[in-house]
């Protein structure tokens, strides 16, 4: 195993998978607590706060995350990421 690539950008990442699913980004806050990386993976816990648009109805999204990304022959892969939605009270 060598020196994996940076790590990429996980919130830019997901905010064009949303797009491309026909969501539109209207604001984001994707406070990140920790990463952790472990050779050629790196998990990212955080929160992501956003207002979106999807199949014309607004949202609100507030969430805990965990993302694992994984760096495979040059590129990073999202095997695995669980939002888990925050509770009023929660809510930074």
Known sequence: MGTAAPLPDV???AQRVR???G???DRKDPPVDRI???GETAVVVGEMHADITAGGARKAL???SVAVRAHDR???LLPAYQPTVLSEEDVR
């Open 74 to 76: 040059g590129r990073w």
């Open 23 to 25: 969501h539109l980004i």
């Open 19 to 21: 797009e491309s699913n």
């Open 62 to 64: 507030a969430n805990r």
């Open 36 to 38: 952790i990386v472990s």
């Open 11 to 13: 919130i830019g990442t």
